[in-house]
């Protein structure tokens, strides 16, 4: 079965540094990865998905931006933080052809911005 | 586009109370429907799934009946217990219209007291 690995677990970063947070499935190959972000008391924003290696889509504008330089690795990272990307980042699999089966989630990461 | 709507919360119930979580959604194909749990400080796991019209999904004492006439997916358990506190999140998938996408409802956070 599919495993999410994500970390860090809790970052605090200050407003204007840099963010690289990592995502790694194992037990499956080429699948659908995704980002949400889910700010306080609220639900999950997807913010990108790609559905192979170096393709990347984007839902919202924003400050982060996401890469994929192996199939089963997903970097979301941002150049300078803003306050407003405080949240609870989560990871997300989709194993191959299987539109009719669950997704995998990561652990997730707290972000908050000071 | 696809989307999914979501009951409001919070929801506060007593310990053996019925429970009901409302969920509808909005699609042009054929999606897979999915409620997913979220428990304090972790990430998201699958409840439960049904991938076709009149499937109902369950697992531990919580079903939801995937209903194409009023596209619905309700989540019902019929004696709640504390370990139930949590937020739940409706959400399908649907590759032939989504575009690999995975769509959450807002979420609903649910309290049991004892």
Known sequence: ?114 | GDSVTQMEGPVTLSEEAFLTINCTYTATGYPSLFWYVQYPGEGLQLLLKATKADDKGSNKGFEATYRKETTSFHLEKGSVQVSDSAVYFCALSDLYSSASKIIFGSGTRLSIRP
């Open chain 1, 1 to 114: 079965s599919q495993t999410i690995h994500q970390w860090p677990a809790t970052l605090v970063q200050p407003v204007g540094s840099p963010l690289s947070l990592e995502c790694t499935v194992e037990g499956t190959s080429n699948p659908n990865l995704y980002w949400y972000r889910q700010a306080a008391g609220r639900g999950l924003q997807l913010l990108f998905y790609s559905v192979g290696i170096g393709q990347i889509s984007s839902e919202v504008p924003q400050n982060l931006s996401a890469s994929r330089p192996q199939d089963r690795q997903f970097i979301l990272s941002s150049k300078k933080l803003l306050l407003s990307d405080s949240g609870f980042y989560l990871c997300a699999c989709l194993p191959p052809g299987s539109g009719t089966t669950e997704a995998f989630f990561g652990q997730g990461t707290r972000l908050t911005v000071v």
